[in-house]
């Protein structure tokens, strides 16, 4: 009978949408900016699933779906990015500074702490792409010979935590301006921290969305640079 209900595509499709929303929900309802609908669903998700020994090929059966449309919605930033086009342009040098500043401090903080936990070399490769969007992110794993599910972990970690901590760590650093805040969301939190930018303005998004971009291309010609010298 469980199976019969789970082994179908309405079951991921109404349990993803029903705990995200559900989430949100909790959320307007406490007003704690803590309860991280991406966050607290995905974990009730992994939970639900292992208790109640669902196979995982059932869940996405249904939640591919929503999966399969993360492609087209991410058309959607360009927007923002649009009609934002001005101020880009005048700040541009801050914003491409800002961009390669991150990727190189995110290249450096995973080589670092993989010497100080002893980390072989197939995790370091491994967790270097953790700050671009998914689809190039393993792309990237596959050309440096990691392990591609390392790598899609390592992201959707970073993008959770980067969208949940955002907010606090701009008001305990004091960061105000939007395109700062879009800087480093996109930057480092790829596509996960720009929909949490977008909530926080249409400048914060438009940055955000131009610095997933940029930092993606970055950071893929920085990984080939690495292996030409030898680094990988």
């Not at 490769?125 to 790598?151: D, F, K, Q, Y």
């Not at 606090?168 to 939007?178: A, F, N, S």
């Amino acid at each position: 009978m469980t199976e019969a209900l789970t082994n179908t595509h309405l079951f991921g499709i109404l349990l993803t949408l029903g705990l995200y929303f559900g989430c949100i929900w909790l959320r307007k309802r406490h007003k704690k900016n803590w309860i991280n609908p991406l966050l607290i669903s995905a974990f009730a998700i992994i939970i639900f699933l292992t208790q109640l020994n669902i196979p995982y090929e059932h869940y996405t059966k249904g939640a591919g779906f929503i999966h399969a449309f993360l492609g087209p919605v991410t058309v959607v930033l360009a927007l923002p990015l649009y009609r934002q086009r001005k101020l880009l342009v005048q700040h541009k040098y801050s914003i491409i500074g800002g961009i390669i500043s991150g990727v190189a401090a995110s290249f450096i903080s995973v080589i670092i702490l993989s010497r100080i936990f002893h980390l072989n070399d197939v995790l370091e490769r491994s967790l270097i792409p953790h700050s671009v969007t998914t689809p190039i992110g393993i792309a990237l794993s596959n050309s440096l010979n990691a392990v591609e599910g390392i790598t899609v972990i390592s992201i959707i970690i970073t993008g959770l935590l980067g969208a949940a901590i955002a907010k606090i760590l701009y008001k305990i650093l004091k960061i105000t301006h939007p395109i700062a805040k879009g800087l480093t969301l996109g930057t480092a939190a790829h596509v996960l921290g720009t929909t949490k930018a977008i909530e926080m303005g249409e400048t914060e998004g438009a940055v955000s969305s131009l610095a997933i971009g940029v930092a993606a291309i970055t950071t893929v010609i920085s990984a080939t640079i690495l292996q030409i010298v030898g680094w990988y």
